[in-house]
């Protein structure tokens, strides 16, 4: 079973830059296909990007500025994000790709002057 932590959200100012992480406890991150999301005040929860197992990133019209990498030897993955816009404020959530039940419990960034 996956519990997924993420951590690395925080305050910044726009164009500044941020890394997220997401560990896994369990025995699931490092065999499976992973994605980032992320969910802002009064929207439905997107798609930010997502990396198979073996590495390969895909990303979305969200994620222009973004890098998602792993780390399967340490049960890791990361988003790290740059040139960061008021319109990236949202808690982003890691997970399965396809999106399982599995969650955590997010981590918040807040893009603000």
């Known amino acids: 079973q996956a519990q997924f932590v993420e951590s690395g959200g925080g305050l910044v100012q726009p164009g500044g830059s941020l890394t997220l992480s997401c560990v896994d406890s369990g025995d699931i991150l490092k065999v499976s296909n992973m994605a980032w999301y992320r969910q802002s005040s009064g929207n439905e929860r997107e798609l930010v990007a997502r990396i198979t197992v073996d590495g390969r990133p895909h990303y979305t019209r969200y994620s222009g500025r973004f890098t998602i990498r792993r780390d399967n030897t340490k049960s890791t993955m990361f988003l790290y994000m740059s040139g960061m816009a008021p319109v990236d404020t949202a808690v982003y959530y890691c997970?399965?790709?396809?999106?399982?039940?599995?969650w955590g419990q997010g981590t918040q960034v807040t893009v603000s002057s």
């Open positions: 997970t399965t790709w396809p999106a399982g039940a599995d």
